[in-house]
């Protein structure tokens, strides 16, 4: 922590205690600059930063930025000097910053991967392949965690056929903005070996805080090796929260002329939230239209085509969930994009 600012510092100081932590404190940029690439997460006071800018200390990872004054242009701009990825703006930003904290403490390894999922139009089946791809990495033994963000989807755990199985859904954990511990998370959702899930109950709730989303997905990450979000096409925010939370985005694109053109809309929707989206195809299109014009029209990298899959509603139907037949359409794109988060995860051990 680089601070120069006491009353500053003592907040920063209580977040870190109720995190679990206690930084090495300096208000030194000298100091700052020697300790820079040791330290596992480097907080900088924003009175601190143009400082810190002006003996560049050189690029690296996990640098934030903590201020009191919301309309300080200067903080931003010396941020974004020492390349940091976030500013906290205190009080506001509290919760996110004890959770950044407490991230930082508690990996194990690298945070998972977040994975969501969005339809490109209405009934593309992108619900059924997050739920697929999450059958999928349990199987193969990843400790999974699937989150419903569709409050009008009817519930993730009906497609699974996991509705009976009982433990916390969204109504018990709506209320929640502060920082989830991630054992407990784990130990409190319906889980199925290694398929942890948060669904919705069938009572009224329809809304979650977008803070409530970030702490879930935070502490998903440090308690499973991946988390798969089943996001609705009408982004709340909540939804925002988990595709700005999300490693990488799979929009699911029947190929179908209308659907391209309902898709390239919700694409636009994605883009500032999301980096890195890339397309599920459902096809061939009854009219011919092919996986790669799909691609090639909405500019995204292919990962799979999914032919239709006959089985799938009445897998679904009887409980078995989709997927249950492990060589099918569904199966076999799901596969294809686990393949594409191990590249992603092993792409990121190599940087
Ligand atoms: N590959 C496939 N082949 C045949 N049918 C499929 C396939 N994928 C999904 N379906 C069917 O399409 C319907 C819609 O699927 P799903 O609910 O997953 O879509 P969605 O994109 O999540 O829709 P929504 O807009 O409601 O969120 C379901 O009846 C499902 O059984
Ligand atoms: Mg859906």
Do not use: Y
């Amino acid at each position: 922590m680089v601070c120069a600012d006491e009353p500053l510092l003592e907040d920063v100081l209580r977040m870190c205690a109720a995190a679990g932590t206690a930084p090495l404190v300096t208000r030194d940029v000298a100091t700052a600059r020697r300790a820079w690439t040791a330290a596992p997460l480097v907080v900088v006071g924003a009175e601190s930063a143009a400082g810190l800018a002006a003996v560049d200390p050189g690029r690296r990872a996990r640098v934030v930025v903590v201020g009191l004054d919301v309309n300080d242009a200067g903080t931003w701009a010396a941020a974004v000097r020492i390349g940091a990825e976030q500013v906290f703006v205190l009080p506001g930003d509290q919760d996110a910053l004890i959770d950044a904290f407490a991230n930082c403490l508690d990996r194990s390894g690298d945070d998972a991967v977040v994975v969501s999922v969005v339809g490109g139009c209405g009934g593309a089946g992108a619900s059924c392949l997050a739920g697929a791809v999450a059958l999928s990495a349990s199987r193969a033994g990843e400790a999974t965690l699937l989150v419903d963000a569709d409050p009008l989807g009817g519930g993730i755990d009906m497609v699974l056929g996991n509705e009976a199985v009982t433990g916390l859904r969204w109504p018990d954990l709506a209320v929640t903005s502060g920082r989830i511990s991630g054992r407990s998370l784990r130990a409190a959702l319906p889980r199925l070996s290694a398929l942890s899930m948060l669904s919705w109950d069938r009572g009224d709730l329809l809304t979650i805080p977008a803070a409530s989303m970030r702490s879930v997905v935070a502490a998903g990450q440090r308690s499973h090796d991946l988390v798969i979000i089943d996001v609705p096409r009408r982004l709340d925010p909540a939804a925002e929260e988990a595709l700005m939370r999300s490693t990488m985005t799979v929009l699911v694109v029947p190929a179908e002329i209308r659907a391209i053109a309902a898709a390239s809309r919700v694409l636009a929707q994605l883009r500032p939230l999301t980096s890195q989206v890339s397309l599920v195809v459902r096809g061939p299109g009854p009219s011919g239209v092919g996986a790669d014009v799909v691609a090639d029209t909405l500019g995204l990298p292919l990962i799979a085509s999914m032919r239709p899959d006959r089985k799938i509603a009445e897998s679904i139907d009887e409980g078995l969930g989709p997927g249950a037949r492990r060589r099918g359409p569904m199966a076999t794109a799901a596969e294809s994009v686990l393949a594409s988060v191990r590249s992603h995860r092993s792409g990121r051990e190599l940087t």
